[in-house]
């Protein structure tokens, strides 16, 4: 099983540090794009479901959602918030945890396929998001495109964001595609750094990936507004279609 990097103290503090992912113009098109493809009465599964910032908006849209996720502490706080006994939950790993059921839509957000660091664990991924799909349903990714080209040859860090509270580093090794992000934030004269690691996984793996678990590309967004992705977009949500 996986290592969970998401027990506490990060489970307790995740809300507040991701709070711009809560925001309506980020969350609202997010939605969109889901509950479309779940469709009238359709159910989801969210792999990786966390606090529930997804899952509970979906349900409050009257889409029938189970969640998997790997972190209790996470899972607590998810089963804090108000609605959350219309979300099923389920304690496991994505890459192998059953739920008994099919879902018309299975998705999976905020570059958290990165968080499985193997090519073959990411591959299982993908296998089981098929295994829960009803024929025709959809798999949905949202993965920021790796940031390779503004790390120079024989360099390893990237600075993505800088301010006096924060300071953030993404390292990458391209010869095993392994990245860490690490995250230092700072208050007056006391500083702490948290560490995760991911492998970071190119748009044409992925459909690879998904043509292995008999499932084809339908749709590929730079964004959950569904603006075209090109060479110079940072991040993709792509949707696979099983069957």
């Known amino acids: 099983m996986p290592t969970n990097h998401f027990d506490e103290p990060v489970a307790a ?30 159910a ?4 990786a479901v966390g606090t529930g910032r997804v899952a509970l908006a979906m349900a409050d849209r009257g889409v029938h959602v189970h969640g998997i996720e790997l972190s209790p502490a996470m899972l607590r706080r998810l089963h804090a918030k108000r609605g959350s006994e219309r979300v099923a939950t ?25 968080n499985v660091t193997t090519q073959e664990g990411q591959v299982a991924i993908f296998a089981n998001a098929a295994a829960h799909l009803e024929p025709g349903g959809h798999f ?22 800088r301010t006096p509270e924060y300071l953030g580093i ?10 860490w992000s690490h995250h230092h934030r700072f208050t007056g004269d006391e500083g702490r750094r948290t560490s995760i690691p991911f492998r970071y996984v190119w748009p044409s793996e992925l459909d690879l990936m998904a043509r292995l678990a008999g499932m084809r590309l339908v749709h590929r967004w730079a964004g959950w507004d569904r603006s075209p992705f090109t060479a110079d977009s940072t991040s993709h949500v792509s949707v696979w279609q099983a069957g």
């Open 44 to 47: 989801a599964l969210e792999l």
């Open 170 to 179: 993404d390292e990458y090794d391209v010869a095993t595609q392994q990245m």
């Open 140 to 161: 949905v990714v949202e993965v920021d495109v790796p940031r390779l080209q503004s790390v120079p040859v024989g360099e390893r860090f990237h600075v993505f964001e």
């Open 90 to 114: 389920t304690e496991g790993d994505m890459t192998s945890t059953q739920v008994g059921q099919r879902f018309r839509l299975v998705y999976l957000v905020f570059n958290t396929v990165g």
């Open 13 to 42: 503090t995740y809300d507040d540090l991701s709070a711009n992912m809560f925001a309506p113009e980020v969350l609202e098109p997010t939605l969109d794009v889901l509950v479309d493809l779940a469709g009238p009465g359709g």
